[in-house]
């Protein structure tokens, strides 16, 4: 059997002022799952990125079964055997799931699409990988978990050797996480490879036969998973020991409630009902529950995103309506959206204008903008949480992950908002900017502001929450404090309503 499916050697990629690939090397065995991991910026995307065609690199080579090959675009990638699922997905929303698939490729008889023959692939193909979705279903009606198995099934039909995933389960459930590392296994026994990139650590353990790692675009090792532990691999990404994945709970709380929610119903009948709970002052609420729960659905109607049927919010004793994100902001109420890239950034602009949108009204006197006081409070906010960027005018799109959440953060900050309403915060952001972000949610409560954290991962929600809120089928189903707040007791919360209507038929 050839030794190594894919061999990358000397692998050079620079970018204005950054080289983003150092002399980078791997080799990835056949009918293998080969983790990728490192900080955001360690170079993997970018290394993926060589590998697909997208980017064209100065210096390296690549084999594929032994063989060099040359890749200059996609295409080449696709004909060499390399498909890649990537992070973002980027759906044709107003075509159906099978259009989505056979995009560029349809079947065709004569010159006319062939929709018989292409129904009949996409619904082998999705039966085959037991993905329960109708193929003429719009993508623009499927949730972010099938769009994510819609992306899979396309890289699967390429029929390629090299799968390269990357993130694929930052947005599944358990359950959806287990279907899919059911289908790698299935993939490595057909003696395909899997190139495997998450910041989820415990996974890889689960699934991954190696593991390389990269820092600062260079490569550091590669180990087997059964030679190295995750407090191990911390380490080698960051360059530093990290001894602690979490800083340490002040418990700054006040017995004092900023806010009081009563009786919120949606306005959509099958979406949350009846949910009442309250705020502390200095307190990181952690709203748990698994997909479905309508959490997301909840924190965005407290914030005047989505209409409510009925309820009340009470401030500090004070009857409020957030009828909108105008009005929520202006109660002093921030949201940080689940997906940052869609609706957080704004990715074509700049740092400064990021972090100013929603404060712009504050430096507006008599109807003229004073431009020249926009810069300082910008630059004080970015140094307070750590930005790394080359300048205050660099887009966006072209931070880190997680320095891009930080922005975010300092957006309202700037706007003078004292309580905080962080939906996944540190989804697809590496373990460093992970802690980064953390110490400065620690840091938020001690100055006396207040967080909703919605959160899927169980290490960050009993390990930063004072409280965690579960929810279930759109209900609260408790509220565990202290000792009470345990891995056990979340997921029997998280799934209380479902178990009984199971059992009640």
């Not at 949350?272 to 997909?291: M, N």
Request: hydrophobic share 40%; charged share 25%; with cysteine.
């Amino acid at each position: 059997m050839q030794q190594y499916r894919l061999e990358v050697e000397g692998m050079c990629k620079s970018f204005p002022g950054v080289k983003a690939l150092d002399h980078v090397s791997l080799r990835v065995k056949p009918g293998s799952v080969h983790a990728l991991i490192g900080e955001n910026g360690a170079g993997k995307s970018t290394l993926m990125k060589c590998l697909f065609g997208l980017y064209h690199p100065e210096e390296g080579t690549i084999k594929i079964d032994g063989q060099p090959v040359t890749i200059r675009d996609t295409k080449d990638a696709l004909e060499q055997g390399l498909s890649m699922i990537h992070q973002e997905l980027n759906p044709v929303p107003n075509r159906n799931v099978m259009d989505n698939i056979w995009v560029g490729r349809f079947p065709k008889k004569g010159p006319v699409v062939d929709e018989k023959e292409m129904e009949r692939r996409t619904t082998a193909l999705l039966h085959d990988l037991e993905f329960d979705i109708p193929c003429k279903t719009m993508a623009r009606d499927l949730s972010v978990s099938q769009l994510q198995a819609i992306e899979i099934a396309k890289s699967i039909s390429y029929d390629a050797k090299i799968i390269i995933m990357d993130e694929p389960t930052s947005s599944l459930t358990g359950a959806e996480t287990e279907h899919l590392f059911k289908l790698i296994r299935k993939l490595k026994a057909e003696g395909r490879s899997v190139i495997y990139i998450s910041h989820k650590l415990e996974e890889l353990f689960e699934i991954a036969d190696e593991i390389t790692v990269m820092r600062d675009g260079q490569y550091v090792g590669c180990y087997g998973v059964d030679e190295i532990s995750i407090d191990q691999l911390i380490a080698l990404m960051v360059g530093r020991d990290m001894n602690e994945r979490f800083p340490p709970n002040e418990h700054v709380v006040k017995d004092e409630n900023v806010l009081t929610v009563e009786h919120f119903t949606s306005a959509n009948p099958r979406s949350f009902k009846d949910v009442s709970f309250q705020l502390r002052r200095g307190e990181i609420l952690g709203v748990g529950g698994l997909v479905g729960a309508q959490r997301t659905e909840l924190v965005e109607s407290i914030f005047g995103l989505r209409p409510i049927k009925e309820g009340k919010l009470t401030m500090m004793g004070k009857p409020i309506h957030n009828k909108n994100a105008r009005q929520a902001i202006a109660n002093g109420f921030a949201l940080l959206t689940e997906e940052r890239r869609a609706t957080g950034i704004v990715p074509m602009l700049s740092v400064k204008d990021n972090a100013l949108v929603a404060a712009y009204k504050k430096f507006v006197h008599k109807g003229i903008l004073n431009v020249k006081k926009l810069t300082k409070p910008v630059e004080d906010v970015c140094k307070a949480l750590d930005v790394r960027m080359a300048s205050m005018e660099t887009q966006i799109k072209n931070l880190s992950g997680g320095n891009q959440q930080k922005v975010l953060v300092g957006r309202w900050l700037l706007a003078g908002c004292n309580i905080l309403i962080l939906d996944e915060p540190t989804r697809g952001v590496d373990v460093g900017a992970k802690y980064e972000i953390y110490r400065i949610m620690r840091q938020l409560v001690r100055e006396g502001n207040s967080i909703i954290m919605v959160s899927s991962e169980m290490p960050e929600l009993l390990g930063m929450s004072d409280r965690v809120m579960v929810m279930c089928e759109g209900r609260l189903s408790g509220i565990l404090e202290g000792e009470q707040a345990n891995q056990v007791e979340v997921m029997r919360l998280a799934t209380s309503f479902a178990a009984k209507e199971a059992v009640g038929g």
